[in-house]
């Protein structure tokens, strides 16, 4: 369900049921002059779309304003907006802390952009992990006073961790396409592997005759893209969605 549209009674069930809260996560980053500038984010969402046809969710109004860079092209004209990570983790605290509030426990920021070095970080996935973290220590302190985790009631403690029992999953980032799918569908930056992916999902988002418009490298394997392809790499990132998400 889309929370905007949700009325308090389904917000309680959802929390009854512990249904996945999801974040969509991106960014607003010249993606060559064949594709839309929300790339990344509406790869995210239009695959929540998919999966929430066949599971409860919950999915959160978009956030668009990560931290494209202009390591790919300056925005002047290009379209690229910058949020710096030091401005979202903020944000992105308070947030997850709001969302603890209501009572949410299986919080997830799903993001496209950057995330061939998701095991490292950059800067907009960092932010919010870090956001997360921050969050959920600042709600446990709230809820059970400083000292929670040395009073004799956290003696289990390490129990349950490794029976599954793990506070710090209430908020999780995940990487859309995760480390499994890497030599099985191709990951680029506004070539083959994305632009089929929006053939397959939003195809309002890529115009073929402004190929020949693309002067960037990283582009030249737009013209092979096609909706087929795109809709394997939907199935893989379906796959992984249901391994996060149902879990």
Known sequence: MRYELMLPHQIRKAIADNWPVVLPLGVLEYHGEHMAVGMDTLAVV???????????????????????????APPEG????????????????????SLLRIGFRNIHAIIHHQTENFAAGMPTDLAFKTAGRQAIFRFLEKQRGEGWWGSNDMADYYAGHAAGENFFNWVQVHPL???????????DHAGIGETSLMLALCPEAVDPAHFADNTGWYTASAREASAELGHQGVAMIMGNLRAILKS
């Open 78 to 97: 290009s379209g690229s907006v910058q949020v710096g990570g030091n401005q979202l983790a903020p944000f992105g605290e308070e947030l997850f802390y």
């Open 177 to 187: 396409m995760p480390a499994t799918m890497n030599g099985k569908y191709p990951f």
């Open 46 to 72: 239009k695959t929540l779309e998919l999966f929430e046809k066949e599971s409860d969710i919950v999915i959160l109004p978009p956030f668009y304003y990560g931290a494209a860079s202009y390591a790919v």
